[in-house]
């Protein structure tokens, strides 16, 4: 350190051991890639005594960087201020019901955007780029002895986390005073034990000088409240929800004593599919009317080229891998126009999925999406409707032959900034979540956004419209210096204001990294300041 308080890297001289066996030196960019460590210190012709060594010593240097790493999040962080957010009440400010409230508040004079950018910098999800913030601010500023110890390599990355996670937001109003004899009494035991022990011996000290911290981190933790979806194996997915521990006990119980009657009664399936069953029909069909409260929408992706229409007598060629097809028209999929010929294959394929043709579910919709069999990117979406008209009408201009016209294409543009049903459908179905590198909210919930504003000459078409999420999307318009572009196809680039790229594609589309880094056009402010 410094003595104006700063820090930065120091060098130690030390007297160099040699090892016990020759290293040789790999031949520099031999390959273009860096050379790996264990080709430089073998791993193999150490002794066992000497690689247990060797690994405390790799935790230590863990624990030296992760310290320098929390010292750049919070670097960064004081250069993005709050001076440059939407202020309450005007153009781009959060409404006021999902504005943060100052309780919540970890970090109270930063941009609100600043986790978004720590994300992408990172790659990483929103919710770990927060929290990492807020671990790092606490370390850097409020706990300076884990801090330092951090930084000498004495206490590990796992450790530290659990000092910050303890003694960060839910002592956030306690005495520092009271937080270092905390933070003291820890460290000087931090070593023996495990993680969750610490934790256990941070929570139960911080509690025992401070009793209202139980009561903020119980109130923190009531707000996290939600139910959550996550895929699992053989069609299964699993339904989460996180509840104060007096619910969630009598909602297992109501569900658990509904299962055992019916097991008492005769139902001889097994008792956690009864539990399952009685959940279910609990939310879906509450008051059991026999009427189901909820609809569903339900999108079938059909690659064009399996159909085997009467327009394509010549196979898709194979592609070898990362290559691509030339561009083509729109309206056509790897080189031929999406025909009546092909739709009439598409409806008998469909129908022969399941008996009776397949059909939107009860109460809900169905739709097609056709999609570029090269590529995957999403050529057309149709309504089953639609489908069996276009089907029945053929061709316009030949009427009473399969020509081979083109009947389908994606939504034509509009001369207007609002965008049209189709391309909204179109755009949805291509795009199934915010486009934000890292956010997974659902398209059904996001805005239709222009990749290039509509003021600035950007086109109302599919190719300049994307799904973004509220924040996402006051982001994109309001936030400073962040830039976007979109290829025609729907590949996005975002550009943090710091400087780091990141790229999503639609889901399903395929392409060799290397092409799209040369596709992608250079993001372009999304509007000149003042924004």
């Known amino acids: 350190m410094s003595d104006g308080g700063s820090y930065g890297v120091t060098v130690t001289a030390a007297p160099v051991v040699a090892l016990p066996f020759a290293v040789e030196m790999p031949p520099p960019d031999l390959d273009g890639r860096p050379v790996p460590l ?10 066992p005594q000497e690689k247990a060594r060797e690994l405390e010593r790799v935790v230590e240097v863990e624990a030296r960087l992760a310290a320098y790493k929390a010292e750049l999040v919070v670097s960064l962080a004081r250069d993005r201020g709050r001076h440059d957010d939407p202020r309450p009440g005007t153009v781009g ?9 100052e309780v919540d508040e970890p970090l109270p004079e930063v941009s609100e955007f600043f986790a978004d950018e720590l994300a992408l910098v990172l790659n990483c999800s929103r919710t770990g780029a927060t929290v990492l913030a807020e671990h790092a601010h606490t370390l850097v500023e409020r706990l300076p002895s884990t801090w330092a110890a951090l930084a000498d390599g004495a206490l590990d990355c796992p450790r530290a986390r659990a000092f910050a996670a303890e003694l960060g937001w839910p002592a956030r109003n306690t005495d520092p005073e009271v937080v270092a004899e905390v933070e003291t009494a820890a460290l000087s035991r931090a070593a023996e034990l495990s993680v969750t022990k610490l934790r256990a011996f ?24 939600d139910v959550t979806v ?19 006990a009598a909602v297992h119980a109501a569900v658990d004593a509904l299962a055992r009657e019916a097991k008492l009664a005769g139902d001889v399936r097994p008792i956690g599919m009864l539990r399952a069953a009685f959940l279910t029909d609990a939310v879906l069909r509450p008051g059991d009317s026999g009427e189901s409260t909820v609809s569903a929408h339900v999108t079938v992706i059909a690659p064009l080229p399996t159909l085997g229409g009467p327009s ?29 010929g092909q739709l009439r294959d598409l409806l008998t394929q469909l129908d022969s999925l399941c008996p009776g043709g397949l059909q939107a579910p009860t109460g809900g919709s169905l739709g097609i999406a056709l999609t570029d069999p090269a590529t995957g990117a999403l050529r057309a ?57 890292g956010c997974t909210g659902r398209a059904a919930w996001t805005d239709l956004d222009h990749v290039v504003p509509h ?67 250079t993001p372009t402010l999304d509007d000149s300041p003042p924004f």
């Open 38 to 47: 264990g080709r430089l210190m073998p791993a193999a012709r150490r002794t």
């Open 93 to 101: 400010a959060p409404s006021p019901r999902w504005a943060r409230e």
């Open 202 to 225: 941070l929570r139960r000290e911080l509690i025992s000088r401070d009793a209202s911290a139980a009561e903020r981190r119980r109130k923190r933790a009531e707000r996290s409240a």
């Open 230 to 248: 996550h895929s699992a194996e053989d069609g299964m997915a699993e339904l989460r929800a996180f509840l104060p521990a007096p619910e969630a």
């Open 312 to 340: 394509c007598d010549h196979p898709a060629e194979v592609l070898p891998r990362g290559a691509r097809p030339a561009p083509v028209e729109p309206g056509e999929v790897d080189g031929h126009p999406i025909t009546a």
């Open 381 to 437: 979406t149709v309504s089953r409707a639609e489908l069996e008209r276009l089907v029945r009408r053929g061709c316009p201009t030949h009427p009473d032959g399969d020509c081979g016209c083109p009947v389908l294409d994606r939504p034509a543009p509009v001369d207007r900034y609002r965008h049209s049903p189709a391309q909204e459908r179109f755009t949805r179905t291509r795009d199934r979540t915010c486009r934000q590198p």
């Open 455 to 521: 003021d600035d000459g950007g086109p109302t078409d599919c190719g300049n419209l994307c799904c973004l999420c509220r924040r996402h999307h006051r982001l994109k318009t309001h936030a400073r210096g962040w830039r976007y572009a979109m290829t025609t196809d729907g590949v996005l680039s975002v550009t943090t204001p710091s400087g780091v790229t990141r790229m999503t594609r639609p889901p399903g589309w395929r392409a060799h990294a290397d092409e799209l880094a040369h596709r992608v056009a």
